[in-house]
């Protein structure tokens, strides 16, 4: 399903790929990325994008570099009160998480253009501002603009200001949502490190069983249910949804866009050439949420 952009344009076959921070990023060690995995996925996404016309957007999440420094500042939940040390400590604080997701970006950029690979890095704390976490402005003529002379934008979760806390943390996962919502796009690939969805964290229990399918007409009801009753099982066809706290955020962002008809696809973006074999309509172990 195509949708018209506040420009009046409509984007064909545009798509957005997600990394998570499982993905590029060693999450049981601050600063360590994933180089190998980085490299791969780059070289993966240089041999598709001459069949997709250059048509994508790319978001990355913030791992082991961007999460433990915003969580020893506090500053997802907005400024502080306190004395002056306390507000300068913080405040610092938000550009050393900044300053984190400069450094995995950069990481990331290198190796992308390593692989010949355009990107392009826009900050989303230069163009967004939030209101108690949820974005209320995004200006994305850079990235209309960026797409139009073939460059990759690529994004990431990041600081930004918010209108009642001062300041949050504003997430990969909703940059995604957000612009789905707003750029003709038609397919989002969301890549982690397991295969999709289970009905049990597989990480946790061997016997979990994955889900393959889920459709909006069919699941929504019992998936919404599963986000608002606590973790609650909800039965789905004598299956589970996963339950899982990475999961559960990245399903509250997305359960719009599922129900405006944008296909998503979770993969797991760790094994090799599961990202090509997708983009080129081949059988992989995922699950695909479908209207």
């Known amino acids: 399903m195509n949708q018209k952009n506040k420009s009046g344009e409509v984007w064909e076959h545009l798509s957005i790929i997600k990394l998570g921070g499982s993905v590029i990023t060693d999450k049981s060690v601050p600063f360590r990325a994933r180089k190998g995995d980085i490299d791969r996925l780059a070289r993966e996404i240089a041999g598709i994008l001459p069949e997709i016309d250059y048509r994508l957007i790319i978001v990355h999440g913030g791992g082991s570099y961007g999460h433990p420094v915003a969580a020893k500042y506090k500053i997802k939940e907005g400024v502080c009160e306190g004395d002056f040390s306390t507000l300068l400590r913080q405040r610092l604080g938000f550009t050393q998480t900044k300053k984190a997701m400069i450094e995995l970006n950069s990481i990331i950029v290198d190796s992308f253009l390593r692989a010949n690979v355009p990107v392009v890095p826009i900050p989303p704390s230069a163009i967004s501002i939030t209101k108690n976490e949820r974005i209320s402005s995004f200006d994305t003529a850079a990235l209309y603009r960026a797409l ?35 750029m003709g796009v038609e397919r989002v690939l969301i890549g982690t490190d397991v295969d999709g969805l289970y009905t049990e964290d597989p990480k946790i229990n061997p016997d979990a069983k994955p889900v393959d399918i889920l459709k909006y007409s069919h699941d929504y009801e019992a998936v919404l249910a599963k986000l608002t009753r606590d973790k609650e099982r909800v039965k789905v066809e004598k299956i589970f949804i996963d339950v899982t706290d990475q999961m559960i955020g990245k399903i509250s962002e997305i359960i719009d866009i599922w129900k405006r008809g944008i296909e998503i696809i979770i993969f797991n973006a760790r094994k090799p050439n599961y990202l090509t074999r997708i983009f080129r309509n081949e059988k992989v172990p995922c699950t695909r949420l479908i209207d």
């Not at 009642?164 to 995604?176: N, R």
């Open 148 to 182: 139009k002379g073939g460059f990759i934008p690529l994004l990431h979760g990041d600081p930004v200001f918010d209108e009642e806390k001062g300041f949050t943390i504003l997430s990969g996962d909703q940059i995604v949502s957000y612009l789905a919502r707003i």
